[in-house]
């Protein structure tokens, strides 16, 4: 029977409804799908709301994080928060990065008990952030040290030689903009870098000097650029005991921060592109396109975010 004007209508309001309803129930899904991955993404904020032990990763190129450090402030004031373990896996990164967090650590630090917790990897200003702690718990194979600062600057003037490139500059004085990548580097300009180098390097030395159980001449003679295993470390009492998130705990205990709190970790509410990568959506979505999903962001994850370090760096392997 052939279908008059009236079906023919009917079958078109028909299909509309299925598709706004099918739009809608999709649009339902992704904002659930949002909703969740914002309640992970944001360190279990419920969690946070009875006492517990506060768990803070620092991992990657250390950098001054202005998220990181609104997340340590907030940590300083939270009534629930009796005990922090502050997880550390960095090669380095800024010095100023580095003196941030520092800073920031031992404010924490004077509100309520912090042990670090070093993993693969406390080097540079990774193991400056760690001395910031009350208590270092390295694994005894975990690469702890490095003690030092360092600036480096590439050289393309044979390059620039090569394929007839110039350079003109006018300017005010001989050191303004040097060292340059375009012209080698002078005696002077050695010294003023050594200058700048030697004076930070004195006042990491003080750093380690303040917060360990060693003299001058003692952390004077572990800061020659060295790295160490924990086993070596703790020797060598950059650490103070060996082990994991469980020796952490244990330290906690000791003073007075019950071990049957739960552990919560806090994240930074980082915005942009971190808001995807850095969460747990994201790591699934980067997992399924071929991105790497175990860590931080994805140019953390490539090594890509040490290719913008400026200044003066405190960093293993630059």
């Given at each position: 029977?052939?279908?008059?004007?009236?079906?023919?209508?009917?079958?078109?309001?028909?299909?509309?409804?299925?598709?706004?309803?099918?739009?809608?129930?999709?649009?339902?899904?992704?904002?659930?799908?949002?909703?969740?991955?914002?309640?992970?993404?944001?360190?279990?904020?419920?969690?946070?709301?009875?006492?517990?032990?506060?768990?803070?990763k620092i991992e990657g190129t250390i950098l001054e994080d202005e998220d990181l450090l609104q997340l340590l402030e907030d940590l300083r004031k939270s009534p629930t928060a009796k005990g922090v373990i502050v997880s550390i896996d960095s090669p380095g990164g800024t010095t100023a990065g580095g003196e941030a967090i520092y800073e920031a650590v031992r404010a924490?630090?004077?509100?309520?008990?912090?042990?670090?917790?070093?993993?693969?990897?406390?080097?540079?200003?990774?193991?400056?952030?760690?001395?910031?702690?009350?208590?270092?718990?390295?694994?005894?194979?975990?690469?702890?040290?490095?003690?030092?600062?360092?600036?480096?600057?590439?050289?393309?003037?044979?390059?620039?030689?090569?394929?007839?490139?110039?350079?003109?500059?006018?300017?005010?004085?001989?050191?303004?903009?040097?060292?340059?990548?375009?012209?080698?580097?002078?005696?002077?300009?050695?010294?003023?870098?050594?200058?700048?180098?030697?004076?930070?390097?004195?006042?990491?030395?003080?750093?380690?000097?303040?917060?360990?159980?060693?003299?001058?001449?003692?952390?004077?003679?572990?800061?020659?650029?060295?790295?160490?295993?924990?086993?070596?470390?703790?020797?060598?009492?950059?650490?103070?005991?060996?082990?994991?998130?469980?020796?952490?705990?244990?330290?906690?205990?000791?003073?007075?921060?019950?071990?049957?709190?739960?552990?919560?970790?806090?994240?930074?509410?980082?915005?942009?592109?971190?808001?995807?990568?850095?969460?747990?959506?994201?790591?699934?979505?980067?997992?399924?396109?071929?991105?790497?999903?175990?860590?931080?962001?994805?140019?953390?994850?490539?090594?890509?975010?040490?290719?913008?370090?400026?200044?003066?760096?405190?960093?293993?392997?630059?």
């Open positions: 029977m052939a279908a008059t004007a009236e079906d023919l209508i009917d079958r078109r309001r028909l299909r509309r409804k299925v598709t706004f309803w099918r739009v809608f129930a999709l649009a339902v899904a992704a904002l659930a799908i949002i909703g969740i991955a914002w309640a992970l993404y944001d360190g279990g904020a419920a969690g946070k709301s009875v006492d517990h032990i506060a768990k803070v924490v630090a004077k509100e309520k008990p912090v042990v670090a917790q070093v993993g693969t990897l406390a080097a540079s200003a990774g193991y400056m952030i760690a001395s910031a702690s009350d208590q270092i718990v390295a694994r005894q194979s975990s690469i702890v040290g490095s003690i030092g600062v360092l600036a480096q600057i590439p050289n393309f003037s044979r390059l620039m030689d090569k394929i007839g490139i110039s350079v003109d500059e006018v300017k005010s004085s001989p050191l303004k903009a040097e060292p340059s990548p375009f012209n080698p580097t002078t005696e002077e300009e050695r010294a003023m870098l050594r200058s700048m180098i030697m004076d930070s390097y004195n006042w990491f030395i003080g750093l380690v000097e303040e917060r360990r159980p060693l003299s001058r001449s003692e952390v004077l003679a572990l800061a020659d650029g060295s790295v160490f295993t924990g086993r070596q470390a703790l020797s060598r009492k950059l650490v103070d005991r060996l082990g994991g998130e469980k020796e952490a705990i244990a330290w906690l205990g000791e003073k007075g921060v019950s071990a049957d709190l739960k552990v919560i970790e806090w994240k930074p509410k980082k915005k942009g592109y971190s808001l995807l990568f850095g969460s747990d959506v994201g790591k699934a979505i980067g997992s399924l396109i071929g991105l790497p999903g175990a860590g931080s962001d994805l140019l953390r994850e490539t090594g890509a975010d040490r290719l913008f370090l400026d200044g003066l760096i405190s960093l293993w392997h630059p």
